[in-house]
């Protein structure tokens, strides 16, 4: 980003100015707050063995996995810190470009904006420096806060554009950035470096699924057989029968469920997606014949419009959820979801299913191939609700 | 949730960004069972473009009280205060009460620039709203004064002036809709239409532009002006849609109507060379229909059961026109089928017309197959019909569409024998041929000729001058 000197500079020199008061300000608590925890003396420790299991005093709010869209706020669940986001725009099949907030008030350098809108003050200065692409799947595990203006939103165009270009950045917007960093001692070094850590983890587990994407839309996973992940083994033959073998993952519908309804075949493993492609991915060998499975049921599809024939088509697929998780208190049950092709055994997809005031939906939110083979009928897509990633 | 149902809020919102296009889909289906408390959670909808996403559902409930001719029922208290048209000022509960005389007609919107075609919907208000979409329109003049107009574009596009006069056809079928409420979800729901139309009611051509490309994205059938219109579209558009060629708004409201089955206007056959007759139990109609059509060759086709009756109608008929029996049988489709085939092709060069008035069910419709393989007109003579009427019925625009059907009067007896011929009683339904016990043919033929004949017999003056000629 090209930064001339213009009437923005005394403004500017006062937001950096600013920043690394506060961030100084706050290494030295944090600082003085460890060495006071390091000369504590330790902890008494209770003979917890009887005590019940401690349990949350609230629940946590359900995830928005519905509707992304540019413009929206949303706090991830992924990393230990909090870490809030904007979504600037999808930037490919199935994953999002996000611009993390500055958990400072001020911008720290010429790739900072204050974004102001007063809101709070951790959702004030966008780290342009700190973009990403993230997948959809852990975006969807995230919790909508709020959304910017049109007007912000574009104010955040022009200066990502710009940042990409290296086009000169309007006057106005130019004066809510910091300074560029120019000396190796600058503390914002520290303070970038601190930033990038949060999202080490989550970066490492969104290389692996894009990894595992990659291999399963561009070939066929294994059709494993599957096996009942529930079925206990008998009393009088504890080693054998641990499981009971049940129809291969990407068997046609039975005779007796063809027809009948418009209906795909949607298994529910109790496994992550990571974990359940890893698997799938696997050549099938001796060992790795069998892949556990909850519960095989159909899940009709919701006629949304025309099946997308054409390769290009990508539109949002709908399913009714046909026995949907639902705990006592009535709260949402969510799952993640992959989509393969049956016949060619690629993947199509990712999503989620949802359970709310008793109607559960099964998406196809996230295509992740640009051209996809021809799909005829529902029974040509394989449904996989998962268990929610981890990182 | 049953596919006819409406989507719940909840769901539209998980189906951003197709929500729209899935309330869209609505328009396509009879407004039958929707139950609108689907909707009563206003926060769950959608976020994005959630405003034409009220105002489209506000359109949905209008349209439903249009079609079905009452107020839909359990609708939420927000969406009666939602504006359904872009174009007028009102809101939902403004406009429920003209709903009872208004209709909906939907017509394609050609893209310009490498744009898309789009269909829109056109309604017509029995009212005049403070505003509507007539200063979007060319030539609205033809809009009558006492109605309002509001067309639903799709939203990029919804401020749009719509050029050109091609929405007329569309406006006026809508009228005819709006003082005929039994037409209006047929007209709405299973028909699109293009046309000009002139004070008179003719349906004038238009430019198409790339509208013929919305064919494969709706299952509606099409009217266009007949001529060029339907001739381009039915080489442009995708071959299984249904395109109907109209010339006059008469025309149309007719095909809207009748489910796009309409009568035909087919010419009485003439000169016939050969009539293929299926003979059944009673030869007296199978006698009336040969002596009205009068070919060259009559090919009576007959059962083991109904060779009798054959020979005697041969020989009742003497040398009036050439007599050939044909057996088949009465029980087996494909048999049928094939013979009647084979022996309808030796002869592709002439006139032939087929007769399925008599004979069982299995022979007509086995004589049905054959002529529709070898494009040949049918004529069937109703037990009621009118003297000298007939219906008749065609494969030959295509075999694989729908038949046309008419009825044609007309008589081919030479007016010599037309004079002398009993025509009431050939007619007549309560003529019967008094059979035989024992089969005797000679005078089971005399009998024959005497209800043929107004003197009972053959009459001697035309004999003596045929044997002259």
Redesign the interface.
Same mark, same amino acid.
């Given at each position: 980003m090209k930064t001339p000197k213009r009437n923005s500079q005394p403004m500017r020199e006062r937001w950096t100015r600013s920043f690394i008061q506060q961030y100084l300000r706050r290494s030295e608590l944090q600082r003085l707050a460890l060495a006071d925890a390091e000369e504590d003396e330790p902890a008494p420790s209770y003979e917890v063995a009887d005590a019940p299991p401690l349990r949350p005093r609230a629940q946590a709010a359900p995830h928005d996995l519905?509707?992304l869209?540019p413009g929206q706020i949303r706090l991830l669940s992924q990393p230990k810190e909090m870490v809030w986001l904007l979504i600037l725009r999808q930037w490919d099949s199935g994953t999002w470009l996000i611009v993390p907030f500055s958990p400072f008030s001020f911008p720290a350098t010429e790739e900072e904006y204050l974004l102001g809108g007063n809101r709070t003050k951790y959702l004030d200065v966008l780290q342009f420096w700190n973009a990403r692409t993230l997948n959809a799947l852990f975006l969807r595990r995230s919790w909508l806060v709020s =959304?910017l203006t049109p007007e912000e939103m574009q104010c955040v165009e022009i200066l990502f554009d710009s940042s990409l270009s290296g086009d000169a950045v309007p006057d106005d917007l130019l004066a809510n950035t910091g300074l560029p960093i120019v000396s190796a001692d600058d503390p914002r070094l520290d303070y970038k470096t601190e930033n990038l850590v949060r999202f080490t983890d989550l970066d490492s587990a969104d290389l692996q699924m894009t990894e595992l994407f990659s291999i399963a839309t561009a070939q066929p996973v294994a059709n494993v057989v599957t096996a009942s992940a529930t079925a206990k083994p008998a009393a009088a033959e504890p080693q054998k029968h641990r499981t009971i073998l049940l129809p291969k993952l990407f068997s046609p519908l039975p005779m007796a469920a063809a027809g009948k309804n418009e209906v795909s075949v949607c298994w529910t493993a109790p496994a992550t997606a990571s974990a359940l492609l890893a698997q799938l991915c696997q050549r099938q060998g001796r060992n790795n014949n069998a892949v556990k499975m909850a519960a095989m049921q159909y899940a009709t599809w919701?006629? =949304?419009?025309k099946l997308p024939c054409e390769a290009e088509a990508t539109?949002?697929l709908?399913w009714?959820w046909p026995d949907a998780q639902k705990d006592s208190k009535g709260t949402p049950a969510t799952a993640d979801a992959l989509f393969f092709h049956r016949k060619r055994r690629t993947l199509l997809g990712t999503g989620y299913a949802?359970r709310?005031?008793d109607?559960g939906?099964i998406?196809l939110?996230d295509w992740v191939v640009e051209e996809h083979p021809r799909i005829n009928s529902p029974e040509d897509i394989t449904i996989f609700l998962t268990a929610p990633e981890k990182v | 949730?049953n596919?006819a149902d409406l &989507?719940?809020s909840?769901?539209l919102?998980? *189906?951003? &960004? !197709?929500a729209l296009?899935?309330l869209d !889909?609505y328009f396509e289906r009879a407004p039958d069972a929707w139950n609108f408390s689907a909707w009563s !959670?206003r926060e *769950?909808l &959608?976020? *994005?473009n959630r405003e034409t996403i009220e105002s489209r559902m506000a359109e949905i409930a209008f349209w439903y009280a249009t079609a079905q001719l009452k107020t839909p029922p359990q609708l939420p208290p927000w969406l009666l205060a939602v504006k359904p048209f872009a174009d007028a000022d009102e809101c939902l509960n403004q406009l429920l009460p003209y709903a009872n005389g208004a209709a909906m007609a939907v017509f394609p919107l050609a893209g310009c620039d490498g744009r898309n075609p789009k269909l829109a919907r056109l309604y017509l208000l029995p009212c005049r709203l403070t505003r509507d979409s007539r200063s979007r329109l060319s030539f609205a003049n033809a809009i009558p004064k006492e109605y309002s107009v509001l067309i639903v574009t799709p939203s990029e596009e919804s401020s749009d002036k719509i050029a050109g006069d091609s929405w007329q056809l569309a406006a006026a079928l809508a009228q005819v809709a709006a003082n005929e409420p039994a037409l209006r979800v047929r007209l709405g729901v299973d028909w699109a239409c293009t046309g000009a139309v002139n004070s008179h009611g003719k349906v004038k051509p238009v430019e198409l532009g790339n509208k013929a490309a919305l064919a494969t994205k709706t299952s509606r059938r099409w009217l266009l002006p007949d001529g060029d219109n339907i001739a381009l579209w039915r080489t442009t558009a995708a071959s299984n849609s249904d395109a109907f060629g109209v010339r006059s708004l008469t025309e149309a409201a007719t095909y809207v109507r009748e489910y796009g089955v309409v009568t035909h206007q087919f010419q009485f056959p003439q000169p016939v060379d050969e009539l293929h007759v299926l003979l059944g139990g009673a030869i007296t109609p199978a006698l009336a229909v040969s002596m009205q059509i009068f070919p060259r060759r009559l090919c009576l086709w007959h059962s083991e059961k109904t060779r009798h009756d054959a020979e005697v109608m041969q020989k009742a008929l003497g040398d009036l026109m050439k007599v050939e029996l044909q057996a088949m049988p009465s029980d087996n489709l494909a048999a049928i089928e094939v013979r009647m085939r084979d022996r309808l092709e030796k002869q592709s060069a002439l006139t032939r017309l087929v007769n399925f008035t008599g004979g069982n069910r299995i022979m007509g419709f086995g004589a049905m197959l054959a002529a529709r393989h070898c494009r040949i007109s049918l004529v069937y003579r109703d037990i009621d019909a009118p003297p000298d009427q007939l219906d008749m019925i065609d494969f030959a625009d295509d075999p694989t569409m729908l038949p046309r059907h008419g009825k044609v009067i007309g008589n081919n007896c030479p007016d010599a024998w037309r004079q002398c011929v009993n025509w009431e009683m050939l007619y007549d339904s309560k003529t019967r041929l008094p059979k035989s016990e024992p089969p005797d043919t000679q005078a089971e033929v005399e009998r024959l000729q005497q209800i043929l004949w107004q003197e009972g017999h053959e009459p001697n003056d035309i004999n003596t001058s045929r044997t002259m000629e």
């Open positions: 519905e509707e869209l =959304t919701l006629d =949304t419009g539109p949002v709908m009714e949802l709310k005031h109607e939906t998406v939110a | 949730m596919q &989507p719940s909840q769901r919102r998980c *189906a951003s &960004p !197709n296009s899935w !889909n !959670n *769950a &959608p976020l *994005a």
